[in-house]
């Protein structure tokens, strides 16, 4: 009998799941370069999260984590396996210290370098004292990657800024040792080309410093902005129990949630959190799902019933067996969701690292051509070596480094102002592109807090009576709902002998007579007939997504009371400008499709999705993605995933920690106007970045070939240097004048 070879599919399901932390990593194209390097070897299927500096592979059973880490180490970088209890590198704590320092540093020799008043005898010297630890300690991360790329063959930004500035410090230095530079009266000449001067006798610290000094300030901004993305996973891991009350041989014991075994029966007391997964075998509550699921009525569970871990028991007390444990739970299962999501998303490379891979290879070369050109014409070997070290001061991209972080700052810092936090410039590239916006509808379009929608009244009885016999009986009800009825009843009336019926509703004496609040179930096993119409209300309310409490008093019938969510005041309008954006609209909802068609047509949204589980919003996002780029909104944990596999995440500031630092946008106020001004304010920021790099390009190019012909000595090539930068950072302040839309 013959054997058949085993198919791609059956080599690719045995093919083992592997996570690596790396290390080393300065711009998203590492993050590229080590992919590309993984992908490479036979079998494996590499993914790295730049954001979290983390790698997912799926590799053939051949493949160990030794081979891996080893291709990451020959790439330039480091790997190691993941510590679960490992506290994250603060890479933006080492990086703000740099720059702060390289500010204090540089101020000085600036003043020095541009003002003559300030050439004291000697001041060359003094800015030589100070360029030094900017060049070399606070310009380290820069050498470090050029010397990394070097060693593999590669160039980026950071070669060209390692090579700039380290010519106009070593050229500095050479002429204040070997030259006149060095002598105590001397002051800059000013001449803008080389002509027949002794180019030696001229100092560039001011030039190196500043490239180093702005270039760190936008690294800086891009760290902290990695480094918050990167808590998303750990909030949603953060929101479960820490500790659990377990049964122990009939005693109640508290122990750390890590001891819970599958099987074992604990104990949940008012206002505990589920410490895991499981099913209710003593008791009857309602336990507020809404910190996973995202809907806002709790729900009635009794002997039986399974409860989610990281849920919220809200009145009675509970004895739970767990069924599903650590990695098995629904929460941790979201947590997954929330790392593939971020893990699938295209890494948006920064357009400054995108035009300085072609422009960098092109200035080295054109610098080295200057130097050999200017030999073999003739001129002597300062000539040449100062109109080449012209070339990458005048080329050295720090208008390009500065043109996304200034203009990040100004776009995100009059956001901040209006209540929107931006997360990094690959957000405002999505929300250029955006073409469909999502949106959760608990929470997002409506408040998430019940109100009464509507009384349906037997024969014969008036309102005011209704809504006195409900406010009272459900007075003492924590539950939402009857929280709801009460607070529109407004009724003064008491009750005595309250009780809670699980499943059914709540019942007690108003006015001397008995008073039930529930389902019609309840009312018939009290031997009360309901009416046509309240059955009718009941059976209509429950199509449009309402709860509907049926309320007797003295064994009859009075009416029925219609509570729903409540749509914010500005959901109509908000959804009307997402639309004059060009902006396709999607909702989702758990609600049952006429309920969700009802508000949707109410709110002239263009498509609806209903009955949608937390697991199936990430699926409605990535089929919206084969039409093009999709935003969502959304404030739950149950948003989570599909906030970071969106291409641009709205979070409301008023949802949880998770789904906010989810997202790449938050909104400190719950309000969908405000996601109108954040992609207004995305784009008009992004367009500023783009209008930035273009024109410190555009300056760039047409500076070079001054520089290379010898008509700009590197003085003054750094003053040019300084003035891109200067435009760049005039052209960002515009940002201030942004205006929101009308509320």
């Not at 040449?384 to 012209?390: D, E, K, N, T």
Request: aromatic content about 6%; charged content about 15%.
């Amino acid at each position: 009998m013959s054997t058949s070879a085993p198919t791609k599919e059956a080599v690719r399901d045995q093919r083992q799941s592997i996570e690596l932390d790396l290390q080393g990593m300065t711009c998203a194209s590492c993050a590229a370069r080590i992919e590309k390097k993984l992908n490479k070897v036979d079998g494996v299927q590499a993914s790295v999260n730049y954001a979290t500096e983390r790698v997912h592979l799926l590799a053939p059973p051949e493949v160990t984590v030794p081979n891996l880490i080893e291709v990451v180490e020959k790439a330039g970088y480091g790997a190691s396996v993941p510590e679960p209890d490992a506290v994250p590198v603060d890479h933006a704590r080492d990086l703000k210290m740099r720059t702060i320092r390289a500010f204090i540093w540089s101020v000085p020799i600036v003043l020095m370098a541009m003002v003559p008043v300030m050439q004291i005898p000697g001041w060359q010297w003094f800015s030589w004292i100070l360029a030094t630890p900017v060049v070399f300690w606070s310009g380290w991360p820069f050498h470090k990657a050029a010397w990394v790329n070097a060693k593999h063959g590669t160039a980026t930004m950071d070669t060209l800024v390692s090579l700039g500035t380290l010519a106009s410090y070593f050229w500095s230095v050479y002429s204040l040792f070997f030259s006149y530079a060095g002598y105590i009266p001397y002051k800059h000449s000013f001449e803008l080309h080389l002509g027949h001067m002794s180019p030696a006798g001229n100092i560039y610290f001011e030039s190196a410093v500043v490239i180093i000094s702005f270039l760190l300030l936008g690294r800086w901004i891009e760290a902290r902005s990695r480094q918050e993305a990167g808590a998303a996973l750990r909030s949603l891991l953060e929101m479960g129990a820490k500790e659990v009350c377990v049964i122990r041989d009939g005693v109640e014991v508290m122990q750390p949630i890590e001891q819970l075994k599958q099987g074992d029966v604990f104990v949940v007391r008012p206002g505990e959190k589920v410490a895991t997964d499981g099913v209710v075998v003593e008791g009857a509550s309602s336990v507020d799902n809404s910190m996973i699921t995202g809907e806002s009525v709790p729900v009635d569970v009794t002997e039986g019933d399974e409860v989610i871990g990281a849920t919220v028991n809200t009145t009675g007390r509970l004895l739970v067996r767990a069924t599903a444990v650590g990695s098995e739970t629904q929460l941790a299962q979201i947590s997954r969701l929330v790392e593939a999501a971020q893990t699938g998303k295209a890494q948006a490379q920064r357009l400054a690292d995108k035009i300085s891979g072609v422009f960098v290879p092109i200035v080295l070369v054109i610098a080295f051509a200057t130097l050999v050109g200017w030999r073999l014409y003739g001129t002597g070997i300062a000539f040449a070596f100062s109109a080449a070290v012209a070339v990458l001061i005048i080329a050295c991209p720090c208008a390009l480094g500065l043109a996304t972080p200034v203009a990040l700052l100004a776009g995100t810092g009059r956001g901040a102002q209006l209540g929107i936090v931006i997360r990094g410039a690959q957000v405002l590239e999505s929300a250029r592109r955006v073409g469909t916006v999502i949106m959760d509808k608990t929470g997002t379009i409506t408040t998430g807090e019940m109100s009464v929608a509507g009384l349906t009244l037997a024969d014969g009885v008036e309102e005011e009576h209704l809504l006195r016999v409900a406010g009272a009986v459900e007075q003492p009800s924590e539950h939402p709902i009857a929280q709801a009825i009460h607070r529109h009843a407004g009724s003064t009336e008491t009750v005595t002998g309250f009780e809670n019926i699980p499943g059914r509703g709540v019942r007690g004496t108003v006015a001397g007579a008995q008073a039930l609040a529930g389902n019609a179930a309840m009312l018939q096993e009290h031997g009360i007939e309901v009416p046509q119409n309240l059955l009718h209300a009941v059976e209509e309310g429950g199509q449009l997504g309402r709860t509907v409490i049926l309320v007797a008093h003295g064994g009859r019938a009075l009416g029925a009371i219609a509570v729903s969510d409540t749509i914010k005041p500005t959901s109509k309008q908000a959804i009307a400008h997402f639309k004059k954006l060009g902006l396709r609209t999607v909702m989702l909802t758990g609600d049952n499709e006429r309920a969700a068609r009802a508000m949707a047509d109410g709110l002239q949204i263009d498509e609806v999705h209903a009955g949608v589980l937390p697991s199936d919003k990430v699926e409605v996002v990535r089929k919206a993605q084969q039409d093009g780029q999709v935003a969502m909104v959304g404030d739950g944990v149950n948003d989570a995933a599909a906030l970071t596999q969106a291409d641009l995440g709205i979070a409301m500031g008023s949802g949880t920690d998770a789904a906010i630092n989810a997202s790449d946008i938050t909104l400190m106020r719950s309000d969908l106007l405000l996601a109108v001004d954040a992609i207004r304010l995305s784009r008009r920021t992004l367009a500023t970045i783009k209008s930035n790099l273009f024109w410190a390009f555009f300056y760039n190019v047409v500076a070079i070939p001054f520089a290379a012909a010898g008509y700009m000595n590197p003085m003054f090539a750094g003053v040019a240097m300084a003035f891109s930068s200067v435009f760049v950072v005039l052209n960002s302040l515009r940002l201030r004048a942004f205006r929101p839309m009308a509320h």
